[in-house]
């Protein structure tokens, strides 16, 4: 789901992804380590200790980013997003490489991220921040 709206000056880019955690599961069953390298940068790797909800969580916040880019899984590497914690616990998205480039040309100030997950579910919406076009 994608959506553009103007608010106060600004336009807003949105990207929102919902996974079955059991999905994440599979995948790290049937590929390993194969899967975990393509997908998470070693820093969540670190973060995550394995922990299935927490890699689900990321795996759809960077599904989420991919499409408040615009780029989808195709114009954006996996590990070019990555999401890591800020000192008060809140996550937070560093862009690399093309990812960040397509940023830049947006125009994009902010992308913020929001993520949370159940005991099936895990969600994650980004929202970007860019200047209104003239």
């Known amino acids: 789901m994608e959506t553009n709206l103007s608010l106060l000056g ?3 880019t949105t990207g929102v992804d919902i996974i ?3 999905r994440i599961r599979h995948s790290i069953e049937r590929w390993g380590g194969r899967f975990l390298e393509r997908i998470y940068t070693e820093q969540e790797l670190d973060y995550c200790k394995g922990r299935i909800p927490n890699l689900a ?3 759809v916040a960077k599904e989420a ?3 408040a880019l615009g780029t989808g899984i195709v114009g954006v590497g996996w590990k070019e997003v990555e999401i890591i914690i800020l000192k008060g616990g809140s996550p ?3 862009l690399h ?5 397509t940023a830049t040309s947006l125009g994009l100030k902010q992308l913020a991220v929001s993520l ?9 919406t980004v929202v970007g921040i860019r200047q209104e076009y003239h």
Do not use: C, D, P, W
């Open 92 to 94: 937070f998205l560093k």
């Open 57 to 59: 969580g990321r795996f």
């Open 97 to 101: 490489g093309r990812a960040l480039e």
């Open 20 to 22: 079955e955690i059991n």
């Open 10 to 12: 600004q336009v807003l």
């Open 116 to 124: 949370s997950h159940s005991k099936y579910y895990a969600v994650a």
């Open 65 to 67: 980013t991919m499409k």
